[in-house]
Nanobody
Framework: QLRLVESGGGLVQPGGSLRLACVVSGVTFNYAAIGWFRQAPGKEREAVACTTGSGGATNYVDSLKGRFSISRDGAKNTVFLQMNDLKSEDTGTYYC?????????????????WGQGTQVTVVS
């Protein structure tokens, strides 16, 4: 059974950093497209970043390029989201996701499975 377990969220000041981790089980990790969505209060979920099974193709939301980076460790079946220079508008719940058919999901409809979410709060 596919399972995604996120960790690493927390409370941080503007300009700070956090690294989220997602441990994946129940799927062939090296063939899975795994990424992150987030949902800010009162807003819809949006795609943040994704990495395909080969690890060589990575997608980012344009507004987050340069601050957020995604990586994966096949030995640990874990995907990481490094978030730097955090801003108040980055506050929200961050979800680890697996894309359908091995493809990175750009919209929620294309997500095959969701983690339970981890809260990120950026406040001065």
């Amino acid at each position: 059974q596919l399972r995604l377990v996120e960790s690493g969220g927390g409370l941080v000041q503007p300009g700070g950093s956090l690294r989220l981790a997602c441990v994946v089980s129940g799927v062939t990790f090296n063939y899975a497209a795994i990424g992150w969505f987030r949902q800010a209060p009162g807003k819809e979920r949006e795609a943040v970043a994704c990495t395909t099974g080969s690890g060589g193709a990575t997608n980012y939301v344009d507004s987050l390029k340069g601050r957020f980076s995604i990586s994966r460790d096949g030995a640990k079946n874990t995907v990481f989201l490094q978030m730097n220079d955090l801003k108040s508008e980055d506050t929200g719940t961050y979800y680890c996701v697996v894309g359908r058919f091995g493809r990175c999901p750009g919209v929620a409809f294309d997500v095959a499975s969701w983690g339970q979410g981890t809260q990120v709060t950026v406040v001065s």
